[in-house]
């Protein structure tokens, strides 16, 4: 009974080394962004790479966040595209595995009122958690989102995301 109990935990616990995914939810302005910006929507595709015997990854992500400017302030919206590099640390597990990501890379903010766009350097953190089934995983993910700029205010938010890996 423990050997039966023990091998359907180990196919449960199977990762494809290589992984593809999808992944939408809303897009919580912080800080300054949230003066100007509602509450938005993201949407988000992954690749990820995960070694074998191993709790860390690797994850690409690209990534659209867009934020609707408050009435108040004419309308209009500003939109976040980012390409980020990320490690995670997934803690193993069974059933479902929680993992911690973090990462850095390219975003390019723009407005839709004629301001233009800029290409910065940003990171992110944050964590989610892993419920593999068959043939997919799904995951729910948090992460907080920071773009640099060294003459203004930084742009901060966190995506909520729920998402798919083939």
Same mark, same amino acid.
């Given at each position: $009974? &423990?050997?039966?109990?023990?091998?359907?935990?180990?196919?449960?616990?199977?990762?494809k080394?290589?992984?593809? @995914?999808?992944?939408?939810?809303a *897009?919580?302005? $912080?800080?300054d962004?949230?003066?100007?910006?509602?509450?938005? !929507?993201?949407?988000?595709?992954?690749?990820?790479?995960?070694?074998?015997? /191993?709790?860390? @990854? +690797?994850?690409?992500?690209?990534?659209?966040?867009?934020?609707?400017?408050?009435?108040?302030?004419?309308?209009?919206?500003?939109?976040?595209?980012?390409?980020?590099?990320?490690? +995670?640390?997934?803690?193993? *597990?069974?059933?479902?595995?929680?993992?911690?990501? =973090?990462?850095?890379?390219?975003? #390019?903010? @723009?407005?839709?009122?004629?301001?233009?766009?800029?290409?910065k350097?940003?990171?992110?953190?944050?964590?989610g958690?892993?419920?593999p089934?068959s =043939?997919f995983?799904?995951?729910?993910?948090?992460?907080? #989102?920071?773009?640099?700029?060294?003459? &203004?205010?930084?742009?901060? !938010?966190?995506? /909520?995301?729920?998402?798919?890996?083939?």
């Amino acid at each position: $009974m &423990a050997l039966v109990s023990f091998e359907a935990r180990a196919q449960m616990s199977v990762v494809k080394p290589v992984q593809f @995914g999808i992944a939408a939810g809303a *897009a919580i302005p $912080m800080s300054d962004l949230s003066d100007i910006a509602n509450t938005g !929507f993201n949407g988000t595709v992954t690749v990820g790479f995960t070694p074998a015997m /191993i709790p860390l @990854g +690797v994850r690409i992500d690209g990534a659209y966040n867009h934020f609707g400017i408050k009435d108040a302030l004419g309308g209009g919206n500003v939109h976040i595209t980012s390409v980020t590099g990320n490690l +995670v640390y997934k803690i193993p *597990a069974a059933t479902i595995s929680p993992y911690a990501i =973090g990462g850095a890379g390219w975003y #390019n903010v @723009g407005f839709s009122d004629g301001g233009g766009s800029e290409n910065k350097f940003g990171w992110n953190l944050g964590g989610g958690i892993l419920l593999p089934l068959s =043939g997919f995983q799904t995951f729910i993910e948090a992460r907080y #989102n920071q773009v640099q700029f060294s003459n &203004a205010p930084s742009l901060k !938010f966190i995506p /909520i995301t729920f998402g798919i890996m083939f």
